[in-house]
Protein backbone atom coordinates (compact mmCIF):
# COMPACT_ATOMS: atom_id res chain seq x y z
CA UNK A 1 0.00 0.00 0.00
CA UNK A 2 1.58 3.79 -0.93
CA UNK A 3 2.97 5.44 2.33
CA UNK A 4 0.20 8.12 1.12
CA UNK A 5 -2.88 5.74 1.36
CA UNK A 6 -1.40 4.50 5.05
CA UNK A 7 -1.35 8.34 6.18
CA UNK A 8 -4.64 8.92 5.01
CA UNK A 9 -6.43 5.93 6.68
CA UNK A 10 -3.89 6.59 9.72
CA UNK A 11 -5.35 10.24 10.12
CA UNK A 12 -9.67 8.65 9.48
CA UNK A 13 -8.56 6.31 12.05
CA UNK A 14 -7.19 9.16 14.65
CA UNK A 15 -10.15 11.34 14.22
CA UNK A 16 -12.54 8.35 14.01
CA UNK A 17 -10.93 7.57 18.12
CA UNK A 18 -11.73 11.64 18.98
CA UNK A 19 -14.89 11.62 17.77
CA UNK A 20 -15.80 8.49 20.05
CA UNK A 21 -14.05 9.90 22.83
CA UNK A 22 -16.24 12.92 22.79
CA UNK A 23 -20.07 12.08 24.03
CA UNK A 24 -21.44 14.71 22.12
CA UNK A 25 -20.12 14.64 18.77
CA UNK A 26 -21.70 13.92 15.73
CA UNK A 27 -25.11 14.11 17.39
CA UNK A 28 -27.48 16.25 20.10
CA UNK A 29 -27.47 15.41 23.79
CA UNK A 30 -30.04 15.75 26.39
CA UNK A 31 -30.66 19.44 27.32
CA UNK A 32 -31.40 20.61 31.29
CA UNK A 33 -34.74 21.74 32.19
CA UNK A 34 -35.60 24.87 30.97
CA UNK A 35 -36.49 28.07 33.88
CA UNK A 36 -34.64 29.10 36.31
CA UNK A 37 -35.60 29.00 40.19
CA UNK A 38 -34.32 32.97 39.51
CA UNK A 39 -37.44 33.71 37.81
CA UNK A 40 -39.93 32.04 41.06
CA UNK A 41 -38.42 34.83 43.13
CA UNK A 42 -40.87 37.35 43.95
CA UNK A 43 -44.18 38.39 45.69
CA UNK A 44 -48.06 36.84 44.05
CA UNK A 45 -51.30 37.65 44.33
CA UNK A 46 -54.42 35.75 43.98
CA UNK A 47 -56.30 35.61 40.67
CA UNK A 48 -58.48 33.01 40.45
CA UNK A 49 -58.51 29.04 41.40
CA UNK A 50 -59.48 26.20 44.39
CA UNK A 51 -58.66 27.03 47.50
CA UNK A 52 -59.02 23.95 49.86
CA UNK A 53 -62.18 22.80 48.34
CA UNK A 54 -63.72 26.59 47.58
CA UNK A 55 -63.44 28.02 43.66
CA UNK A 56 -63.01 31.72 43.37
CA UNK A 57 -63.35 33.49 40.21
CA UNK A 58 -61.47 36.63 39.24
CA UNK A 59 -64.44 38.47 40.32
CA UNK A 60 -64.46 36.64 43.89
CA UNK A 61 -60.66 37.77 44.29
CA UNK A 62 -61.46 41.28 42.90
CA UNK A 63 -64.31 41.73 45.24
CA UNK A 64 -62.28 40.07 48.39
CA UNK A 65 -59.68 42.61 47.15
CA UNK A 66 -61.63 46.00 47.72
CA UNK A 67 -63.00 45.00 51.18
CA UNK A 68 -58.84 44.48 51.72
CA UNK A 69 -59.41 40.66 52.13
CA UNK A 70 -56.86 38.59 49.55
CA UNK A 71 -54.70 36.07 49.20
CA UNK A 72 -50.45 35.95 48.37
CA UNK A 73 -47.75 33.71 48.25
CA UNK A 74 -43.83 35.28 48.98
CA UNK A 75 -41.16 33.16 47.75
CA UNK A 76 -37.63 34.52 48.94
CA UNK A 77 -34.22 34.19 47.60
CA UNK A 78 -32.88 32.08 50.72
CA UNK A 79 -35.39 29.12 50.25
CA UNK A 80 -38.25 30.34 52.73
CA UNK A 81 -41.90 31.37 51.53
CA UNK A 82 -44.84 33.15 53.46
CA UNK A 83 -48.21 32.21 52.50
CA UNK A 84 -50.72 34.82 53.22
CA UNK A 85 -54.05 33.31 53.44
CA UNK A 86 -56.67 36.44 53.95
CA UNK A 87 -54.75 37.64 56.70
CA UNK A 88 -53.36 33.50 57.97
CA UNK A 89 -49.85 34.03 58.23
CA UNK A 90 -48.00 30.48 57.46
CA UNK A 91 -44.57 30.40 56.91
CA UNK A 92 -42.73 27.96 54.97
CA UNK A 93 -39.68 26.30 52.96
CA UNK A 94 -39.05 26.16 48.82
CA UNK A 95 -36.45 23.71 46.98
CA UNK A 96 -35.99 22.85 43.54
CA UNK A 97 -37.35 20.54 41.49
CA UNK A 98 -38.21 19.80 38.01
CA UNK A 99 -41.10 18.31 35.96
CA UNK A 100 -42.39 17.64 32.36
CA UNK A 101 -38.19 19.53 31.76
CA UNK A 102 -39.18 22.41 33.36
CA UNK A 103 -38.13 24.17 36.37
CA UNK A 104 -40.58 24.06 39.50
CA UNK A 105 -40.19 24.71 43.08
CA UNK A 106 -41.04 22.22 45.65
CA UNK A 107 -42.79 24.16 48.89
CA UNK A 108 -43.31 23.15 52.74
CA UNK A 109 -46.18 25.47 53.81
CA UNK A 110 -47.23 24.94 57.20
CA UNK A 111 -46.38 21.16 56.81
CA UNK A 112 -48.30 20.70 53.50
CA UNK A 113 -46.56 19.75 50.38
CA UNK A 114 -47.27 22.54 47.13
CA UNK A 115 -45.97 22.70 43.99
CA UNK A 116 -45.66 25.90 41.88
CA UNK A 117 -44.74 26.25 38.16
CA UNK A 118 -44.88 28.47 35.14
CA UNK A 119 -47.57 28.79 33.89
CA UNK A 120 -47.84 29.96 29.86
CA UNK A 121 -50.04 32.24 30.17
CA UNK A 122 -48.70 35.84 30.60
CA UNK A 123 -49.60 37.83 33.96
CA UNK A 124 -52.20 41.03 33.87
CA UNK A 125 -50.40 42.66 36.26
CA UNK A 126 -47.79 45.68 35.46
CA UNK A 127 -44.73 43.69 37.47
CA UNK A 128 -42.04 42.24 35.97
CA UNK A 129 -42.31 38.43 36.62
CA UNK A 130 -44.37 35.33 35.67
CA UNK A 131 -47.79 34.06 36.22
CA UNK A 132 -47.71 30.98 38.41
CA UNK A 133 -49.82 28.46 39.59
CA UNK A 134 -49.61 26.69 42.61
CA UNK A 135 -50.89 23.13 43.77
CA UNK A 136 -51.44 20.76 47.24
CA UNK A 137 -50.79 17.40 46.49
CA UNK A 138 -54.12 16.45 47.65
CA UNK A 139 -55.94 18.49 44.97
CA UNK A 140 -58.22 20.08 46.65
CA UNK A 141 -56.06 23.92 46.15
CA UNK A 142 -55.37 24.87 42.62
CA UNK A 143 -54.48 28.56 42.22
CA UNK A 144 -53.21 31.05 39.53
CA UNK A 145 -51.46 33.94 41.01
CA UNK A 146 -49.65 36.99 39.19
CA UNK A 147 -46.45 38.98 40.74
CA UNK A 148 -47.02 42.36 42.33
CA UNK A 149 -44.78 44.63 43.87
CA UNK A 150 -43.46 44.27 47.71
CA UNK A 151 -45.45 47.54 48.47
CA UNK A 152 -48.42 46.10 47.65
CA UNK A 153 -48.80 43.42 49.38
CA UNK A 154 -47.03 45.26 52.69
CA UNK A 155 -50.30 47.48 52.32
CA UNK A 156 -52.74 45.06 51.85
CA UNK A 157 -51.36 42.78 54.44
CA UNK A 158 -51.04 46.15 57.40
CA UNK A 159 -54.58 46.26 56.28
CA UNK A 160 -56.01 42.59 56.32
CA UNK A 161 -54.09 42.14 59.95
CA UNK A 162 -56.05 45.30 61.35
CA UNK A 163 -59.11 43.69 59.93
CA UNK A 164 -58.52 40.46 61.71
CA UNK A 165 -57.55 42.29 65.05
CA UNK A 166 -61.12 42.71 67.06
CA UNK A 167 -58.38 44.06 70.10
CA UNK A 168 -60.93 47.55 71.36
CA UNK A 169 -63.89 48.21 73.65
CA UNK A 170 -67.35 48.27 72.24
CA UNK A 171 -70.82 49.46 73.40
CA UNK A 172 -73.69 47.62 72.21
CA UNK A 173 -76.18 49.22 69.36
CA UNK A 174 -78.38 46.92 69.11
CA UNK A 175 -79.06 43.48 70.25
CA UNK A 176 -81.50 40.44 70.17
CA UNK A 177 -80.99 37.40 73.00
CA UNK A 178 -82.88 34.47 72.67
CA UNK A 179 -84.90 35.68 70.24
CA UNK A 180 -85.85 38.84 71.97
CA UNK A 181 -84.69 42.14 71.31
CA UNK A 182 -83.15 44.45 74.25
CA UNK A 183 -84.19 47.37 75.31
CA UNK A 184 -81.38 49.19 75.53
CA UNK A 185 -82.27 52.22 76.62
CA UNK A 186 -84.19 50.57 79.39
CA UNK A 187 -81.54 48.57 80.86
CA UNK A 188 -79.11 51.29 80.79
CA UNK A 189 -81.83 53.51 83.09
CA UNK A 190 -81.60 50.74 85.48
CA UNK A 191 -77.96 50.70 85.64
CA UNK A 192 -77.16 47.71 83.09
CA UNK A 193 -75.55 47.54 79.79
CA UNK A 194 -73.97 45.52 76.91
CA UNK A 195 -70.45 46.15 76.98
CA UNK A 196 -67.54 43.95 75.08
CA UNK A 197 -63.79 44.44 75.80
CA UNK A 198 -61.29 42.62 73.68
CA UNK A 199 -58.25 42.09 74.87
CA UNK A 200 -54.22 41.23 73.31
CA UNK A 201 -51.31 43.24 71.61
CA UNK A 202 -51.96 45.55 69.13
CA UNK A 203 -53.16 43.95 65.85
CA UNK A 204 -53.42 40.28 68.09
CA UNK A 205 -55.49 37.80 66.21
CA UNK A 206 -56.90 35.98 69.88
CA UNK A 207 -56.71 37.08 72.98
CA UNK A 208 -58.69 37.32 75.95
CA UNK A 209 -62.59 38.90 76.18
CA UNK A 210 -64.73 40.48 78.62
CA UNK A 211 -68.92 40.71 77.95
CA UNK A 212 -71.27 42.67 80.36
CA UNK A 213 -74.72 41.16 79.24
CA UNK A 214 -77.13 43.33 81.26
CA UNK A 215 -76.72 41.83 84.37
CA UNK A 216 -74.09 39.05 83.41
CA UNK A 217 -70.47 39.43 83.03
CA UNK A 218 -68.83 36.18 81.31
CA UNK A 219 -65.30 35.80 80.49
CA UNK A 220 -64.03 34.07 77.75
CA UNK A 221 -61.39 33.67 74.69
CA UNK A 222 -61.57 35.04 71.24
CA UNK A 223 -59.55 34.26 67.80
CA UNK A 224 -59.89 34.89 64.13
CA UNK A 225 -58.24 33.39 61.55
CA UNK A 226 -60.08 34.71 58.22
CA UNK A 227 -61.82 37.76 56.59
CA UNK A 228 -63.89 34.65 54.82
CA UNK A 229 -63.90 32.23 57.71
CA UNK A 230 -64.60 34.80 60.43
CA UNK A 231 -63.51 34.17 63.88
CA UNK A 232 -65.24 32.80 66.98
CA UNK A 233 -65.89 33.66 70.93
CA UNK A 234 -65.96 31.06 73.56
CA UNK A 235 -67.38 31.89 76.65
CA UNK A 236 -66.62 28.04 77.33
CA UNK A 237 -69.60 26.15 79.71
CA UNK A 238 -71.12 29.53 81.28
CA UNK A 239 -72.70 31.01 77.65
CA UNK A 240 -71.21 28.67 74.85
CA UNK A 241 -69.30 29.69 71.34
CA UNK A 242 -70.21 32.13 69.19
CA UNK A 243 -69.67 33.70 65.67
CA UNK A 244 -67.36 36.58 65.95
CA UNK A 245 -68.21 39.22 62.45
CA UNK A 246 -67.39 42.18 60.95
CA UNK A 247 -70.88 44.40 59.69
CA UNK A 248 -69.59 47.46 58.40
CA UNK A 249 -67.61 49.38 60.66
CA UNK A 250 -69.03 47.45 63.79
CA UNK A 251 -68.83 43.68 64.95
CA UNK A 252 -71.14 41.27 65.63
CA UNK A 253 -71.70 38.21 67.93
CA UNK A 254 -73.79 35.80 66.79
CA UNK A 255 -74.95 32.35 67.99
CA UNK A 256 -75.63 30.86 64.65
CA UNK A 257 -75.93 33.00 61.86
CA UNK A 258 -74.85 31.45 58.64
CA UNK A 259 -75.08 33.41 54.76
CA UNK A 260 -77.04 30.99 51.97
CA UNK A 261 -75.93 32.28 48.66
CA UNK A 262 -78.52 33.67 46.14
CA UNK A 263 -79.24 31.23 43.15
CA UNK A 264 -77.54 33.70 41.30
CA UNK A 265 -74.02 33.94 43.44
CA UNK A 266 -74.81 38.05 43.39
CA UNK A 267 -76.20 38.25 46.88
CA UNK A 268 -76.43 36.32 50.60
CA UNK A 269 -78.93 36.41 52.84
CA UNK A 270 -78.62 35.94 56.76
CA UNK A 271 -80.65 33.67 58.36
CA UNK A 272 -82.26 34.68 61.88
CA UNK A 273 -80.52 33.74 65.28
CA UNK A 274 -81.37 33.59 68.55
CA UNK A 275 -78.73 35.43 69.89
CA UNK A 276 -77.31 38.47 67.81
CA UNK A 277 -75.39 41.62 69.26
CA UNK A 278 -73.87 44.10 67.40
CA UNK A 279 -71.16 46.65 68.82
CA UNK A 280 -69.35 49.67 67.90
CA UNK A 281 -66.11 50.74 69.07
CA UNK A 282 -66.24 52.77 72.37
CA UNK A 283 -62.60 54.70 73.77
CA UNK A 284 -61.24 52.63 76.84
CA UNK A 285 -61.89 55.11 79.39
CA UNK A 286 -65.88 55.53 78.13
CA UNK A 287 -65.62 51.32 78.65
CA UNK A 288 -64.68 51.91 82.04
CA UNK A 289 -66.48 54.45 83.24
CA UNK A 290 -69.58 52.66 81.70
CA UNK A 291 -68.60 48.61 83.23
CA UNK A 292 -67.43 50.87 86.55
CA UNK A 293 -71.73 51.90 86.05
CA UNK A 294 -72.92 47.69 85.50
CA UNK A 295 -70.41 46.77 88.62
CA UNK A 296 -72.07 49.12 91.01
CA UNK A 297 -75.34 48.08 90.19
CA UNK A 298 -74.24 44.17 89.89
CA UNK A 299 -72.85 44.96 93.45
CA UNK A 300 -75.95 46.31 95.10
CA UNK A 301 -77.88 43.55 93.09
CA UNK A 302 -75.81 40.87 95.21
CA UNK A 303 -76.02 42.82 98.49
CA UNK A 304 -79.81 43.09 98.34
CA UNK A 305 -79.62 39.39 97.19
CA UNK A 306 -78.16 38.14 100.17
CA UNK A 307 -80.16 40.50 102.46
CA UNK A 308 -82.79 38.52 101.11
CA UNK A 309 -81.56 35.40 101.19
CA UNK A 310 -80.96 36.05 104.80
CA UNK A 311 -84.64 36.62 105.09
CA UNK A 312 -85.64 33.49 103.55
CA UNK A 313 -83.40 31.71 106.02
CA UNK A 314 -85.11 33.17 109.14
CA UNK A 315 -88.19 31.60 107.85
CA UNK A 316 -86.51 27.58 107.07
CA UNK A 317 -87.78 25.14 109.30
CA UNK A 318 -90.48 22.90 110.25
CA UNK A 319 -93.94 24.25 111.38
CA UNK A 320 -96.58 21.90 112.88
CA UNK A 321 -100.65 22.80 113.00
CA UNK A 322 -100.94 23.27 116.70
CA UNK A 323 -104.18 25.49 116.32
CA UNK A 324 -108.08 25.00 114.50
CA UNK A 325 -110.19 28.18 115.07
CA UNK A 326 -113.92 28.13 113.95
CA UNK A 327 -116.43 30.01 113.82
CA UNK A 328 -117.72 27.62 117.18
CA UNK A 329 -114.75 26.87 118.75
CA UNK A 330 -110.87 26.26 119.14
CA UNK A 331 -108.85 23.59 119.31
CA UNK A 332 -105.29 22.99 120.15
CA UNK A 333 -103.11 20.18 119.87
CA UNK A 334 -104.47 17.40 121.89
CA UNK A 335 -107.70 17.85 120.14
CA UNK A 336 -105.89 17.85 116.58
CA UNK A 337 -104.22 13.99 117.55
CA UNK A 338 -106.80 12.96 119.32
CA UNK A 339 -108.43 13.12 116.02
CA UNK A 340 -105.90 10.92 114.18
CA UNK A 341 -104.91 14.14 112.00
CA UNK A 342 -101.12 15.73 111.99
CA UNK A 343 -99.97 18.05 109.49
CA UNK A 344 -96.24 19.03 109.06
CA UNK A 345 -94.86 21.95 106.93
CA UNK A 346 -90.92 21.77 106.08
CA UNK A 347 -89.89 25.10 104.53
CA UNK A 348 -85.97 24.94 103.18
CA UNK A 349 -83.70 27.93 102.92
CA UNK A 350 -83.69 27.54 99.25
CA UNK A 351 -87.42 28.44 98.28
CA UNK A 352 -88.58 24.96 98.26
CA UNK A 353 -90.97 23.46 101.20
CA UNK A 354 -92.96 20.02 101.50
CA UNK A 355 -96.50 20.07 102.94
CA UNK A 356 -97.09 16.49 105.12
CA UNK A 357 -100.20 15.25 106.41
CA UNK A 358 -102.92 12.93 107.55
CA UNK A 359 -106.67 13.71 108.01
CA UNK A 360 -107.36 10.24 109.78
CA UNK A 361 -107.95 8.58 106.34
CA UNK A 362 -105.69 9.56 103.74
CA UNK A 363 -102.62 12.26 103.07
CA UNK A 364 -99.08 12.79 101.49
CA UNK A 365 -96.34 14.97 101.16
CA UNK A 366 -96.64 17.49 98.88
CA UNK A 367 -93.94 19.64 97.34
CA UNK A 368 -94.23 23.46 96.75
CA UNK A 369 -91.99 26.35 96.38
CA UNK A 370 -92.21 29.67 98.35
CA UNK A 371 -90.74 33.22 99.02
CA UNK A 372 -92.14 36.17 101.28
CA UNK A 373 -93.69 39.00 100.43
CA UNK A 374 -93.70 42.25 102.32
CA UNK A 375 -97.07 43.79 103.51
CA UNK A 376 -97.10 46.04 100.24
CA UNK A 377 -96.15 43.18 98.42
CA UNK A 378 -99.16 41.00 99.37
CA UNK A 379 -101.51 43.82 99.18
CA UNK A 380 -100.49 44.04 95.07
CA UNK A 381 -100.38 39.99 94.33
CA UNK A 382 -102.82 38.48 97.14
CA UNK A 383 -106.60 38.25 97.29
CA UNK A 384 -107.56 38.89 101.07
CA UNK A 385 -104.09 40.18 102.33
CA UNK A 386 -104.96 42.77 104.96
CA UNK A 387 -102.25 44.85 103.96
CA UNK A 388 -100.27 44.81 107.46
CA UNK A 389 -99.01 41.24 107.95
CA UNK A 390 -95.82 39.96 106.20
CA UNK A 391 -96.86 36.49 104.11
CA UNK A 392 -95.35 33.82 102.96
CA UNK A 393 -96.70 32.53 99.00
CA UNK A 394 -96.41 29.35 98.08
CA UNK A 395 -97.19 27.18 95.58
CA UNK A 396 -97.67 23.28 94.91
CA UNK A 397 -95.48 22.16 92.42
CA UNK A 398 -97.81 19.18 91.20
CA UNK A 399 -101.15 19.78 89.80
CA UNK A 400 -104.29 18.25 91.14
CA UNK A 401 -106.28 15.97 89.49
CA UNK A 402 -109.14 17.56 87.18
CA UNK A 403 -107.45 20.99 88.21
CA UNK A 404 -105.27 23.07 85.25
CA UNK A 405 -103.26 25.04 87.39
CA UNK A 406 -100.92 24.41 90.57
CA UNK A 407 -102.96 24.74 93.75
CA UNK A 408 -101.47 28.01 95.98
CA UNK A 409 -102.57 29.75 98.95
CA UNK A 410 -100.66 32.05 101.29
CA UNK A 411 -99.60 31.76 105.30
CA UNK A 412 -99.90 35.14 106.95
CA UNK A 413 -96.67 35.63 109.46
CA UNK A 414 -98.00 36.14 113.26
CA UNK A 415 -94.82 36.36 115.42
CA UNK A 416 -92.86 33.41 114.93
CA UNK A 417 -96.57 31.27 114.15
CA UNK A 418 -97.73 30.98 109.98
CA UNK A 419 -101.43 31.20 109.33
CA UNK A 420 -103.94 30.62 107.45
CA UNK A 421 -107.67 31.63 106.79
CA UNK A 422 -108.95 33.70 109.64
CA UNK A 423 -112.46 35.05 110.69
CA UNK A 424 -113.85 35.82 107.39
CA UNK A 425 -113.10 32.40 105.92
CA UNK A 426 -114.75 31.12 108.52
CA UNK A 427 -111.74 28.83 109.89
CA UNK A 428 -108.24 29.57 110.98
CA UNK A 429 -105.19 27.38 111.15
CA UNK A 430 -102.42 28.06 113.14
CA UNK A 431 -98.42 26.19 112.71
CA UNK A 432 -96.17 26.57 115.50
CA UNK A 433 -92.60 26.15 114.56
CA UNK A 434 -90.73 23.41 115.60
CA UNK A 435 -87.60 22.79 117.74
CA UNK A 436 -84.42 21.64 115.97
CA UNK A 437 -84.85 18.26 118.84
CA UNK A 438 -88.95 17.89 118.38
CA UNK A 439 -88.47 17.71 114.63
CA UNK A 440 -87.55 13.91 114.23
CA UNK A 441 -90.35 13.20 116.93
CA UNK A 442 -92.86 15.16 115.12
CA UNK A 443 -92.12 13.15 111.30
CA UNK A 444 -92.25 9.89 113.19
CA UNK A 445 -95.89 10.32 114.69
CA UNK A 446 -96.68 11.30 111.05
CA UNK A 447 -95.50 8.34 109.90
CA UNK A 448 -96.45 6.16 112.68
CA UNK A 449 -100.53 7.53 112.74
CA UNK A 450 -100.08 6.91 108.38
CA UNK A 451 -98.80 2.99 109.03
CA UNK A 452 -101.25 2.22 111.45
CA UNK A 453 -104.35 3.08 109.22
CA UNK A 454 -102.82 0.33 106.90
Known amino acids: MPKRAIRALLACAAILALCLALPACGSKGEEGPTGSVDEFVGTYQLVKGTLEGTEYSTSDAQSNRQSMGDLFLVINEDGTATYNIYGEVIEGTWEESEADGAVT ?36 TSLLLDPIDEDTYATYAEAMDESLSFVGCYRSVAAVVSSSEVDLDGIREEGYDILAKFDGDEGAHSGEVTLYLSSQIYEGTWSCTRVTTTGTVDFGDTAGQFLLLRSDNDIVIDSGESYASSSDDSSSEATTSNTTITLRSVSESDYEEMAATVDATIAADEAEEAAFQEHVASYAGYYQLTTIITSNAEYGLEDIEASNMMTVVQLNDDRTGTFMSWDGESGGDDAISWIPLTAEEAAEQLAGANGQDPYIYYVYAEVAEGETEPAQDAFRIEGDNLVRGGEEAGLTLIYTPLADDEVDEALAKLEQMRADAE
Open 105 to 140: LALDLGGKAYTAKKTSSAPTTDVDGIRISLKDEKGK
